[in-house]
């Protein structure tokens, strides 16, 4: 039996509302006026670390949160607790999916495609999100399975290795730029940018298709009509 064509997934902020910063928010936000440290400032240094943690040899996301969290309460003079940590991730693992990709999901899945997640994420964290999203997908690759985060090319590897698709089969669809639509480039995949916040492209990326949200997805590989 011929095997069916794949779309694969970034997971946070391109299914699942995943916004560590917006979480952190409301836990340091009296810290932080308390010493006169600006907010944007703040969640960018937390944003950047992030993307160093995960740029480093393999560790549970978990961890880099943590780390992270603390070290940027460290640069800006601010005293971190372990509550500070267990709320975040508390936060983090209730996050919804955004409202249109549940029935997105759907279509592709009744229009002949199979669905995967390639997710810098844990293994005990992912089930959460997966759940609140409340499709079931055909594949769950994390980092943690992966021994690598994106954009690391051993996580697309790995994913490669999973899917019993070649890669002409495969469409990836994703929100992270510079986790996933820049790295992918190389593998000649079809790609799918799902720019929510409509940030700048380049020229030099492309060929990439761009949408707002998923609901435009299934129209873009030929689903038409409502299912």
Not at 78 to 101: G, Q
Not at 121 to 145: C, K, M, N, R, Y
Request: net charge negative.
């Amino acid at each position: 039996m011929p095997t069916k064509p794949v779309v694969t997934f970034d997971c946070y902020r391109t299914l699942v509302d995943f916004d560590l910063n917006r979480a952190t928010l409301p836990i340091v936000r009296d810290r932080l006026d308390e010493v006169g440290v600006d907010h944007d400032e703040f969640l960018d240094n937390l944003r950047i670390m992030r993307f160093q943690g995960v740029a480093q040899p393999y560790r549970r996301y978990a961890d880099i949160v943590r780390q992270t969290l603390e070290t940027c309460m460290l640069l800006h003079g601010i005293a971190f607790h372990d509550e500070d940590y267990e709320r975040l991730m508390d936060a983090a693992r209730r996050f919804p999916a955004f409202p249109e990709v549940p029935a997105a999901l759907r279509r592709l899945k009744e229009g002949g495609y199979e669905i995967a997640i390639i997710t810098n994420s844990d293994d005990d964290l992912i089930p959460h999100h997966v759940a609140a999203i409340g499709v079931e997908f055909d594949h769950v690759v994390t980092a943690e399975q992966a021994g690598a985060y994106k954009p690391r090319d051993q996580a697309f590897q790995h994913l490669f290795s999973v899917l019993p698709q070649s890669l002409d089969q495969i469409t990836h669809a994703a929100q992270g730029w510079e986790y996933d639509i820049m790295p992918t480039k190389k593998y000649g995949i079809r790609r799918v940018w799902v720019n929510r916040y409509n940030r700048k492209g380049s020229e030099y990326y492309r060929p990439y298709d761009e949408i707002a949200d998923l609901s435009a997805l299934p129209p873009l590989l030929g689903i038409a009509g409502d299912r």
